[in-house]
């Protein structure tokens, strides 16, 4: 039982590359959660997924995409990246409105 | 304006004392209300969770005071151990958020041996 898993672990991109990060959990649930993380700030949503087939935007969803492949995977992707977009990267997964989310290791970014 | 506070970066603690972690939010809705604990390089994991229709919730040496007229909570450990050294983010949740939870910024806990 490997909880939530992402990929890759760290990431350089210049500036205006694209890239997707990817995210998986085998813990069958219908909530996952795209965050990110900067110094001096909590986790800010980018975008969630309440069930397979549905999105929708969180706190800061300007620049990036998700696509809910299947129950399992939810993946971010960068269309351009901008050095604002340098952060570090946060999936979760959660099964209930009132219970706890369970985040996955991160994936570092940096752009340039 | 940032709804949920954690007015204290850091706290260093001597190992075997209490540690006090404080969070205050803004959003009189909010009505349940989590604490998560971060190593480096790790994603944040879940410690203790209140509603608000508690004023106080303990998990071993964790506990969790929450004072709504006030808008505060905070948790307690006792007694503090070095591996209890990590990030503590508070986060908060209402119906009307469903899907989500609003982070404070998070405190560095240092417990010294």
Same mark, same amino acid.
């Given at each position: 039982n490997a909880g939530v898993t992402q990929t890759p672990k760290f990431q350089v991109l210049k500036t205006g590359q694209s890239m997707t990060l990817q995210c998986a959990q085998?813990?069958?649930? @219908?909530s996952m959660y795209w965050y990110r993380q900067d110094p001096g700030m909590g986790l800010r949503l980018i975008y969630y997924s309440a069930s397979e087939g549905t999105t929708d935007k969180g706190e800061v969803p300007n620049g990036y995409n998700v696509s809910?492949? @299947?129950?399992r995977e939810f993946s971010l992707r960068l269309e351009s990246a901008a050095p604002s977009q340098t952060s570090v990267y946060f999936c979760a997964s959660r099964e209930g409105t009132y219970n706890e989310q369970f985040f996955g290791p991160g994936t570092r970014l940096t752009v340039l | 304006d940032q709804q949920v506070k954690q007015n204290s970066p850091s706290l260093s603690v001597q190992e075997g004392r209490i540690s006090i972690l404080n969070c205050d939010y803004t959003n009189s809705m909010f009505d349940y209300f989590l604490w998560y604990k971060k190593y480096p390089a790790e994603g944040p994991t879940f410690l203790i969770s209140i509603s608000s229709i508690k004023d106080k919730n303990e998990d071993g040496r964790f506990t969790v005071f929450l004072n709504k007229s006030a808008k505060h909570l905070s948790l307690h450990i006792v007694p503090s151990q070095p591996g209890d050294s990590a990030v503590y983010f508070c986060a908060a949740s209402t119906d009307n958020y469903g899907q989500n939870f609003v982070f404070g910024p998070g405190t560095r806990l240092s417990v010294l041996p």
């Open positions: 085998d813990m069958n649930h @219908n809910r492949l @299947n129950k | -």
